[in-house]
């Protein structure tokens, strides 16, 4: 939460020398609250069972929305003893009164710990008081997202009369007493709570519980459904018709669903689709959704202001990847039978072309209002960077591709050949990427960028003590705005949030995209494990998960495993390279678990993500497209409510995953 000083008022106040209680709150924005092998089965009862996970699911959002009815109880706030009432505060806010027993002025001062290499920003001015015994107090609105520190500094000769450091808590009321030392220049400072905070955590607790429930529920129906008394039941209630017509709907044609969608296709010797990642995909989709509709209003469902990691931070990189284990996947089963690579190129182009044009339409808000206007049409966004990056890595995959794959689990485990033979059969594609990787190192740390220090990094604003204000992103933000204009790119980047930067910067910039081509093709690479290795699960856990130890040792590297101090931090506006190594190390470990749960040992059936990855570009342009309609979102009774916020967030996510499920009980696949 960001407060800022009111020169006019500290104007008035030190010219009328005003000494009554009141709250002065210099409230305008907040800077320190941060701002997307189908298991194969013959058996009947294996539909019922989908229809009743469905039905939990059903059962679960009704009672997610009690659960959060009752945790908004819990979230009213006792009464303030105080002057401000805590009914006024908003969500990450906290009541502050200043209590001054020196005959002094005093002016205070608020860092967050959030905020990296900033100066304290002023709040306002306490008033000394009239004479012994006599207490001035001001009142002021802190935020509650991250720790901070508060200084307390005398008007005239700026010296520093005491520091506290200090976490506040959501719609509390605190009193900071402020008290002479005898015999010395600093003052004793004592911080009070007057009313406790509320637990604005507890929505999460509820809905945690409600979800898990219902899983339990669902693993044991499904447990009960497998006794022989129960499937005979369960047989006897159906129709034979109605009971093949819900088989075929849930099972179809072997050749239908492998022409549905050509995204993640095992080859023709297989004939399985490879389920985990479909919900690998889903589950980074519908936590994309979730974060994208607002995610409660919670910080960590919120993108990063600039250095570190959130939830939200998690899931686009981890779309891409999945993207890259796609193309190899299908592309290769296409050449297998026997497409044309010139083909191929062809329909790789209109993809890709496609899924920009799109992404233009749908991040420009005007797109229902008639003609876009040029004037200010953002041009980069989330499905352009998907499709460029899908033609880059498409097109390497095409030039190094082959139409037989030999079958290296036959490898003599003991040569060296075994270890690298997997990058040496692409080793032309791998050459590309990194001289890519090259010209994004020399752009970033050697390019001159005007009014700006050589390879920086930082966020711009008051960062770095306010020397770069202008230089938000460094060489990537001057790319964007020398190639696309200002006024083309995104204008309210998430570093407005806590470091105030005055310049547009876009985190699907061009310069990112680079890396995220790194990102796709370390995707690729893990569809080529699955390729050369189909069906040798041991080799392909194995591999996976030695890629991701090799880059998670990478990103220690170039982090120093800090947040801050590292040679390149993790960075998702700059789609840094640590970045870039570090999500795919998770999605390397990820992907193990679902391969394992889903497609080796087969506990689980990937429901419910599994339904969204299978239609994953219509679940993503029907969120942005619908996102202010009802259902997905109504008028609040308490728009200063976490658990509303979150109650509507979770109910219009899971709205989309329930039709992603009646889309693939029609077989309905929107593909592009």
């Excluded at 907040?30 to 229809?51: G, N």
């Excluded at 059969?425 to 890519?436: D, G, S």
């Amino acid at each position: 939460m960001r407060m800022y000083f009111d020169p006019l008022l500290f104007h008035y106040l030190c010219s009328k020398g005003r000494r009554d209680r009141k709250y002065v709150v210099m409230k305008k924005g907040e800077i320190f609250r941060s701002k997307e092998d189908r298991k194969e089965t013959a058996v009947k009862s294996d539909v019922m069972a989908s229809e009743g996970e469905y039905r939990w699911t059903v059962w679960a959002v009704i009672v997610l929305l009690l659960a959060v009815c009752a945790a908004h109880m819990t979230d009213r706030p006792a009464s303030s003893r105080h002057h401000r009432k805590t009914s006024e505060l908003k969500m990450d806010e906290a009541a502050l009164s200043v209590i001054n027993e020196i005959e002094k002025d005093m002016m205070l001062f608020v860092l967050s710990d959030h905020c990296y290499q900033c100066l304290p920003q002023p709040l306002g001015i306490i008033p000394a008081g009239l004479g012994p015994g006599t207490l001035t107090t001001m009142g002021f609105v802190v935020g509650t997202q991250h720790p901070l520190t508060l200084h307390l500094n005398r008007t005239t000769a700026n010296l520093e009369l005491c520091k506290i450091h200090f976490h506040f808590g959501e719609k509390g009321n605190y009193s900071l007493w402020v008290k002479n030392l005898n015999g010395t220049s600093r003052a004793n400072c004592t911080m009070v709570i007057d009313s406790e905070p509320v637990n604005s955590y507890l929505p999460i607790l509820f809905a945690f519980l409600v979800f898990a429930g219902v899983a339990a529920l669902a693993k044991i129906w499904n447990t009960v459904r497998r006794l022989d008394v129960m499937r005979n039941l369960l047989l006897r209630l159906g129709s034979t018709v109605e009971t093949e017509r819900l088989i075929n709907s849930e099972l179809g044609t072997q050749n239908r669903l492998v022409d549905a969608s050509t995204e993640s296709i095992i080859p023709a010797t297989t004939g399985r689709r490879l389920r985990s990642l479909d919900t690998f995909r889903g589950m980074a989709l519908v936590i994309m959704v979730f974060v994208n509709y607002g995610g409660g209003r919670y910080w960590f469902f919120r993108h990063e202001s600039w250095n570190g990691l959130t939830v939200a931070d998690l899931v686009f990189p981890w779309f891409v990847f999945i993207m890259g284990t796609s193309i190899g996947l299908s592309l290769s089963g296409s050449l297998r039978r026997g497409v044309k690579r010139t083909h191929l190129l062809w329909k790789v182009f209109w993809r890709s072309l496609q899924l920009f044009l799109i992404g233009v339409i749908i991040i420009n808000p005007s797109y229902c209002q008639g003609p876009l206007s040029w004037d200010f049409l953002r041009i980069p966004g989330v499905l352009q960077r998907l499709g460029f990056t899908y033609l880059v890595v498409a097109v390497l995959d095409l030039a190094v591709a082959q139409n037989q794959l030999p079958n290296l689990s036959s490898v003599n485990l003991e040569t060296c050949w075994f270890t690298v033979h997997d990058i040496c059969l692409y080793w032309p594609a791998w050459l590309c990427v990194i001289a890519l990787e090259t010209v994004w190192l020399c752009l970033t740390f050697l390019l001159p960028v005007p009014g700006c220090p050589t390879g920086y990094l930082g966020p711009g604003g008051f960062g770095d003590f306010g020397q770069y204000l202008n230089c938000t992103g460094g060489a990537a933000g001057y790319i964007d705005r020398w190639l696309l204009g200002e006024n083309h790119i995104y204008q309210t980047p998430s570093s407005r949030v806590v470091y105030q930067s005055v310049v547009p910067f876009d985190p699907e910039g061009v310069l990112g995209s680079i890396n995220s081509i790194l990102m796709a093709f370390l995707g690729l690479q893990a569809g080529k494990i699955l390729l050369h290795y189909r069906d040798q699960h041991r080799q392909i856990i194995t591999r996976f998960l030695i890629w991701g130890f090799i880059l998670g040792i990478i990103s220690a590297v170039l982090t120093k495993c800090s947040r801050n101090y590292g040679f390149i931090p993790v960075n998702k506006n700059l789609w840094s390279l640590s970045y870039v190594t570090t999500l795919s190390s998770f999605a390397f470990v990820v992907l193990v678990f679902f391969y394992y749960m889903v497609d080796v040992m087969r506990w689980w059936s990937g429901a419910p993500f599994y339904y969204p990855g299978m239609n994953s570009i219509l679940v993503y342009v029907g969120h942005e497209v619908f996102e202010e309609y009802f259902p997905f979102r109504w008028k609040m009774a308490n728009s200063q409510s976490h658990a509303e916020h979150l109650a509507q967030n979770l109910l219009a996510t899971s709205i989309w995953v329930f039709i992603a499920f009646l889309l693939y009980r029609k077989k309905v696949f929107w593909k592009i």
